[in-house]
């Protein structure tokens, strides 16, 4: 199987084994806006992967087909409630089961694949989160509060209090 590339993007599917060493989390950025009268940081990084030519390619992963619910759109951090349209909608946040009600004690392939996937994406933003605090403080630049974060959990290396797990996986029906 190949990756599907057009221009700026790239489609990996789910049977594809990934090379994660050309992910890429960028250094931290802080942006500023006003919400309710108060300035409000927000730190993020851009992620991409590294194309063959060192472009930087926009990352999509093909996940086990389930039934989705709760979405919800995502806008601009700027835009106010009554300008948010289809037409400047970013993207979408939505709920994804890991596996259907009848595969959670036995999953398919493909949810093994799709679990595999996103345990490799926080694994990836671990370490970035390792990488940028382990700075100099006057080059570091995550905001204090993941700093603390990451010292709390450096000790016992359980980094779920510092990143969020991407999912919570029950393997029994209550």
């Known amino acids: ?5 057009v221009p700026e993007e790239i489609s990996v599917p789910l049977d594809y084994i990934f090379d994660w060493g050309n992910f890429v989390v960028e250094e931290p950025e802080t942006h500023m806006f006003n919400k309710g009268g108060s300035t409000v940081e927000l730190t993020t990084s851009k992620v991409y992967v590294l194309g063959d030519n060192s472009e930087k390619l926009q990352i999509y992963f093909e996940v086990a087909e389930q039934n989705i619910f709760g979405i919800n759109g995502i806008w601009p951090i700027r835009t106010i409630e009554y300008e948010q349209s289809r037409k400047n909608i970013e993207g979408f946040q939505i709920c994804y089961p890991l596996t259907s009600l009848s595969t959670i004690n036995n999953p398919t ?17 671990v370490d970035a989160l390792k990488k940028f605090c382990e700075k100099r403080k006057k080059h570091r ?21 510092a990143v969020k797990p991407l999912y919570d996986y029950r393997t029994t029906v209550n």
Do not use: G, Q
Request: with cysteine.
């Open 141 to 161: 630049k995550v905001p204090s509060l993941t700093y603390n974060a990451y010292i709390a959990c450096r000790e016992d290396e359980d980094w779920s209090y």
């Open 109 to 125: 392939p493909a949810e093994i694949a799709t679990r595999h996937t996103f345990n490799m994406m926080w694994e990836t933003t």
């Open 1 to 5: 199987m190949t990756i599907n590339m």
